[in-house]
C-alpha cells in the first residue's frame, strides 16, 4: 500500500513537471506558457477568443485582431527572452527531477519542485497584457470571454478528474 501511493505520488509529480517544463520550451521551440494546465490568464484569455472568434455570434473587428496579435507578439518576445535568460536554471532543475525519480527520492523531488515553482514565480505573468487584450474589447466582448474563460476551466477540470480518477463511485451494494 505504501509503495503504491509512493509510486503514484511520484509519477503525479513526474507528469505535473514534465508538462510544465515542456510547456516552457527553449526559445524557438514554439512551447506556450502554461501548458497544459493553463495557469496563465492570458493564454486562456487568448485561446478563449479563438474559441470564441470560430462562432457566428462573436467577431473581433479587423483592428481588434490587428491589436491583438501586437500584444500577443510582445508577451511572447519578454517570454522568450525570460527563458533565455534562465535556460541553464531550467535544464538543472529538469536533470535533478530526472535524477530525483531515478532514484525514487521524495524528499529531493518535492525540494526541487519547490525551487522550480520559486523559478517560476518570475516569469512574466501576462497579467498587465490581459488587462490591454481586455481594454480592446466591448463590453458584450469581454462578458462572453469571461464565460468561455470559465467554461474552459470546467471543462479542464472534468477532463484532469477523468484523468486521476476523480469521477464520483457508485457506493459498494449497487448505491441504492
Not at 509503495?3 to 517544463?21: K, T
Request: proline share 3%; no cysteine; net charge neutral.
Amino acid at each position: 500500500m505504501r509503495l503504491s501511493i509512493v509510486l503514484g505520488a511520484i509519477v503525479l509529480g513526474s507528469l505535473l513537471l514534465s508538462a510544465d517544463l515542456l510547456a516552457q520550451a527553449p526559445p524557438g521551440g514554439g512551447g506556450r506558457p502554461g501548458g497544459m494546465m493553463q495557469g496563465n490568464a492570458f493564454v486562456q484569455a487568448i485561446d478563449a477568443l479563438g474559441d470564441l472568434n470560430l462562432r457566428p455570434d462573436f467577431t473581433l473587428a479587423k483592428e481588434q485582431k490587428e491589436k491583438l496579435q501586437v500584444i500577443r507578439e510582445d508577451v511572447k518576445k519578454s517570454e522568450e527572452q525570460w527563458r533565455t535568460a534562465h535556460a541553464e536554471d531550467l535544464k538543472k532543475i529538469q536533470t535533478d527531477m530526472q535524477a530525483a525519480r531515478d532514484a525514487q527520492d521524495q524528499d529531493k523531488m518535492r525540494e526541487v519542485m519547490t525551487q522550480r515553482q520559486e523559478l517560476m514565480q518570475g516569469m512574466p505573468s501576462g497579467d498587465d497584457a490581459l488587462t490591454k487584450v481586455k481594454a480592446l474589447l466591448t463590453e458584450d466582448q469581454v462578458k462572453a470571454l469571461d464565460t468561455r474563460i470559465t467554461e474552459r476551466q470546467q471543462e479542464m477540470r472534468t477532463r484532469m478528474g477523468g484523468m486521476m480518477g476523480g469521477g464520483r463511485r457508485a457506493p459498494a451494494g449497487g448505491g441504492q
